[in-house]
């Protein structure tokens, strides 16, 4: 329990000093289009989860051998992995269209997924 606070808190703090960081580097109005494409990227990763994982359970659970139980798990994947692919898509062309040449962006990619 101790341990799981101590991440959790190591991550905020982390995320805290970031957004700080990108606030001064990018400045307020990019630091705007920069939130604006984490926001759009956030939308389509709740698509991607919104009831998945449930519906993957029940149908893998309702199936009646392992061969149809690995290709629901297979599909589920890839229906995940498709849209978490398009809103990494939509962040990219959102920000990079608003905020050209601007080489923090890249660190900002890596720490907010």
């Known amino acids: 329990m101790i341990g799981t606070l101590l991440v959790r808190s190591a ?13 001064r580097a990018l400045g307020g109005a990019d630091f705007g289009h920069l939130a604006t494409g984490i926001s759009l990227a956030a939308v389509f990763s709740t698509c991607a989860s919104f009831g998945l994982p449930m519906l993957a359970t029940r149908d893998i659970a309702i199936s009646t051998n392992n061969k149809e139980s690995a ?14 692919l398009l809103g990494a898509l939509a962040f990219s062309v959102f920000v990079f269209l608003l905020l050209p040449g601007q080489p923090v962006l890249l660190a900002a990619l890596f720490v907010f997924p």
């Not at 991550?11 to 606030?23: C, E, I, K, R």
């Not at 290709?71 to 978490?84: E, G, N, R, T, Y």
Request: charged share 5%; no cysteine; glycine share 4%.
């Open 11 to 23: 991550g905020l703090l982390l995320a805290y000093t970031m957004t700080v960081s990108l606030t």
């Open 71 to 84: 290709s629901l798990i297979f599909k589920f994947f890839a229906v995940a992995f498709i849209l978490s």
